[in-house]
């Protein structure tokens, strides 16, 4: 039977954290991680670099050190973890393999510098690298549909030649069989792993990835045929990319690729996994048509229009995987709800064509709430990490099939309705706040460019103001303090006292080095997160203390649980703010994280839309921006690293999502005075297809990360898009660190000046400093400041 049963599963999820699990079958299936999509291009030519060592061994003595190092870098670690995502793809050693193969590729290939931790990777592994290679340029690392997940993109063209490269599909196949696990190998289906590839650089325009897909189908065959003979009965192909908009070409290419595996494939059992999001109704119409598929899954959370589809039509004798455990969140399923849907399901499927699943692969959430130490038991009891949620698909399955676990429904009932009624979820003063939000569009009563000159007179910059983003470098002596205060070694006021001559030694810093709006540094929130350091201080918010959720290679995330209504009991940043401008006669930036990136970092409750819980945090920071402004903080900085990220997967949801989350960064800030300069920061260069939006937040001034997208920030102005406010494009690439000479800042000022107004730019780096050395951020800024300088002389 195709229904669940689950025991020998929670074991394995701790030990194995990140491999993707989840449970479709009789036992369990083990799945790829993700992004190590299964064929890697080799293109040009092979002996353009010839190499002193047999890549595949280097490889594994790359790993070897990883191995010995990761314990000390304090992140969740074993072994086995990091041999998982290791897989080598190797095809042929060309210069473009090299940055394609290597199976860490955040060691040398991400952008250095996102955290410590990667560099210090990256110093172990570039020590067998022949010098020169270290510093190939990054492939573009990018989030997997819209989690924070992310891979390596493929660069394909047409002389692209596939080969078979990693056989871990089958290796770990073959690995849970011998332990006594039955699994459904899963790949990345051909059609999404093309679409999710881009085109070499210089034939973006010309060039169509599913042009590739019959080179690529040989491939997947070679796997299948591996696989069949390994023993395996089933097989999974993930195609994500049916979610999201698609052409008629597009159509009949994902029906070609699967028309043409349909021999090989025979003698499996095939299912087709949707997710995150529902299909839209030609693509689902197309999809449950094809021949020689066994199953089809669907994401029933967010797929909401999913189960209208599968009562209007489904392929009689087919499988329905139905995703009703949602895999992107934390939240405990509503088992009741879930029944009946799966209830209804059946009567339209069919009796044992019904499989109970969760909505996407459990990568995406926390693995196991018996590691929660410190969450109180009543949020504990609404809660399901990946472990609860494999015993939540199992007993639907179970009481599907006509075995309920009374017990364990009726607790789950009683959860669902303590969190429903709990006060702690519900604040009225919260509800009432954000319903009267409803009646404004909250923009600033002024625009922009009599802002900035009401501003101007107050703050008196010379043009092209330096400034740089908040943080400044970690320093061993502040993580001693902090280390201490944590274990009570030394009193608070010590800890002030620490925090405040650091921040003093970063106001003397930058007024040595001449930069105009300063700020204070970020002393108190390094070794954390701002998303950390305001959650903490925000009602309505709790940490876990091991929900990690891997971002990339090693590096994890430990998003926050909104789980009420949010508000400020009391101001967040106003001591340490008003401390720092008392040290200087020059602006101080405030520093806050608006309400958009909060939510989109955050576990969201799902009791409620995403948009009332990102005005209610909006209400919070509004309430912080005034209290500082009250303070005597006229400049004040909002970022909104993260508003890109919560961008939908389908066009026609773009607006809503757009139109509300810029209407939340407004709110936060509409209440200032017209002398009180807000700026915000956004740390990606893409924002042309969303610069509208941007304009439409209405901050004084945005700083923008710009060193390294060739300048694709600067086409939208160039291409005409009228910007007034102010627009600091980042100058040099703090994920470096590399020095950048006062000439090539300069030469960058100009390029930028070519596009835009000199009253309305701003001379900063990318992004916080927090990631560098003193030796290098000193003599990067004096740089900055020589290079404003001298334009300013020329102007
Ligand atoms: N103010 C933050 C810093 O400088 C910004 C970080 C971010 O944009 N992610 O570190
Ligand atoms: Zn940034």
Known sequence: SLRISVCS?????????????SLRTSSCITEL??????????????????????PFGMGRAVLRNCRRFLPSLGQPSGSRWLMLESSIFLATPSHTMIRCWTPQPCLVLFPLGMDGMVERLALIYTSPWPRGNASLPAMEMTKWFDTNYHYIVPELGPDVNFSYASHKAVDEYKEAKALGIDTIPVLVGPFSYLLLSKPAKGIEKSFSLLSLIGKILPIYREVVTELKAAGASWIQFDEPTLVKDLDAHQLQAFTYAYTELESSLSGLNVLIETYFADVPADTYKTLVSLKGVTGYGFDLVRGTKTLDLIKGVFPPGKILFAGVVDGRNIWANNLASSL????????????????????????????????????DNEIKSWLAFAAQKIVEVNALAKALSGH?????????????????????????????????????????????????????????????????????????????????????????????????????????????????????????????????????QLSGFAFTVNGWVQSYGSRCVKPPIIYGDVSRPKPMTVFWSSIAQSLTKRPMKGMLTGPVT??????????????????????????????????????????????????????????????WAVHSFRITNSGVQDTTQIHTHMCYSNFNDIIHSII?????????????????????????????????????????????????????????LAVLESNILWVNPDCGLKTRKYTEVKPALTNVVAAAKLIRSQL
């Open 340 to 375: 009946s849907t799966l209830q209804a399901l059946e009567g339209i499927v069919g009796k044992d064509k019904l499989v109970v699943s969760t909505s996407s692969s459990l990568l995406h959430t926390a693995v196991d709430l018996v590691n929660e130490t410190k969450l």
């Open 598 to 659: 909060i939510l989109n970092w955050s576990f969201v409750r799902d009791d409620q839309p995403r948009f009332e819980t990102c005005y209610q945090i909006a209400l919070a920071i509004k309430d912080e921006v005034e209290d500082l402004e009250k303070a005597g903080i006229s400049v004040i900085q909002i970022d909104e690293a993260a508003l890109r990220e919560g961008l939908p997967l389908r066009k026609s949801e773009e607006a809503f999502y757009l139109n």
């Open 33 to 54: 991680w993700h992004p190590t999509l299964l064929v890697i291009p080799a293109w040009g030519p092979r002996e353009s670099l010839s190499l002193p060592w047999n």
């Open 696 to 752: 439409d937040m209405d901050a004084d001034v945005i700083t923008i990360e710009n060193s390294r997208s060739d300048e694709k920030l600067l086409s939208v102005f160039r291409e005409g898009v009228k910007y007034g406010a102010g627009i600091g494009p980042g100058v040099y690439d703090i994920h470096s660190p590399r020095i950048p000479p006062t000439e090539e800042i300069a030469d960058r000022i100009n390029k930028m």
């Open 9 to 21: 599963l929670a074991l394995s999820i701790k030990r194995l954290p990140f491999l993707r699990i």
């Open 404 to 536: 309920k676990d009374e017990a364990f429904f009726s607790a789950n009932a009683a959860a669902q309705s303590s969190r429903k009624s709990s006060p702690r979820v519900t604040n009225d003063a919260v509800q009432k706040a954000a319903t009267a939000l409803k009646g404004s569009a909250h923009r600033r009563a002024t625009n922009v460019s009599a802002r900035l000159d009401a501003q101007q007179k107050k703050l008196n910059l010379p043009i092209l103001p330096t400034t740089t983003i908040g943080s400044f470098p970690q320093t061993a002596d502040l993580r001693r303090v902090r280390r201490e205060f944590k274990a009570n070694k030394i009193s608070e006021e010590e800890y002030v006292k620490a925090i405040k001559e650091e921040i003093n030694k970063v106001v003397q810093l930058q007024e040595e080095l001449d930069i105009d709006v300063l700020v204070h540094g970020e002393p108190e929130v390094r070794g954390m997160t701002w998303l950390k350091y305001f959650g903490e």
